[in-house]
């Protein structure tokens, strides 16, 4: 059995080169990737136009925390008595219930959305073994809340950010 060469087209357009080519006459082969760096372009201008004013946003309010942290900072108490503390904590847990199988069933599907899901449950195990950690300082529980953090919630938040990191296939 023979290959058969794949068929290439010669295009001449202005402004048609490759990425980051200026508007001139430009020739090209059409390869794949120029196939899709073409669809891409033509298909998503406003996604285009706005990554750079969310990135400025998400950039500025970033920012915009760190003297808001000093000012908590210097003001909070150091203790305080907590309304409906087993309400955050069943709820996070419920979170995390949610977050990990979730992904577990997407990973399994080869679903790209387990992906995002991933990330979003790495996030939330890591501040679930922070807090767990800090609110527990000084008591009798903190050797396992340390136990918990490293043995069981930091292991699975590193998993999820392995499978966040990945590329859908």
Same mark, same amino acid.
């Given at each position: 059995?023979? !290959?058969?060469?794949?068929?290439?087209?010669?295009?001449?357009?202005?402004?048609?080169?490759?990425?980051?080519?200026?508007?001139?006459?430009?020739?090209?082969?059409?390869?794949?990737?120029?196939?899709?760096? !073409?669809?891409?372009?033509?298909?998503?201008?406003?996604?285009?136009?706005?990554?750079?004013?969310?990135?400025?946003?998400?950039?500025?309010?970033?920012? @915009?925390?760190?003297?808001?942290?000093?000012?908590?900072?210097?003001?909070?108490? *150091?203790?305080?008595?907590?309304?409906?503390?087993?309400?955050?904590?069943?709820?996070?847990?419920?979170? #995390?219930?949610?977050?990990?199988?979730?992904?577990?069933?997407?990973?399994?599907?080869?679903?790209? !959305?387990?992906?995002?899901?991933?990330?979003?449950?790495?996030?939330?195990?890591?501040?679930?073994?922070?807090?767990?950690?800090?609110?527990?300082?000084?008591?009798?529980? *903190?050797?396992?809340? #340390?136990?918990? @953090?490293?043995?069981?919630?930091?292991?699975?938040?590193?998993?999820?950010?392995?499978?966040?990191?990945? !590329?859908?296939?």
């Amino acid at each position: 059995m023979t !290959r058969r060469a794949r068929a290439t087209r010669l295009v001449v357009c202005p402004g048609d080169g490759p990425p980051g080519g200026k508007d001139t006459l430009a020739m090209a082969l059409v390869v794949p990737q120029a196939r899709t760096w !073409r669809a891409t372009r033509t298909t998503r201008p406003a996604r285009a136009l706005r990554t750079p004013r969310t990135a400025t946003v998400l950039t500025g309010a970033g920012l @915009a925390l760190l003297p808001w942290v000093v000012v908590l900072a210097r003001t909070m108490p *150091q203790t305080t008595e907590v309304s409906h503390w087993s309400t955050a904590w069943i709820g996070l847990d419920l979170m #995390l219930a949610a977050g990990l199988t979730g992904t577990g069933v997407l990973l399994r599907r080869r679903d790209p !959305r387990a992906s995002p899901l991933a990330a979003a449950t790495a996030a939330l195990l890591v501040m679930d073994a922070w807090f767990d950690v800090t609110t527990s300082a000084g008591t009798g529980g *903190q050797g396992m809340a #340390l136990l918990l @953090a490293a043995g069981a919630e930091l292991p699975l938040a590193v998993a999820c950010a392995v499978v966040a990191g990945r !590329r859908p296939r």
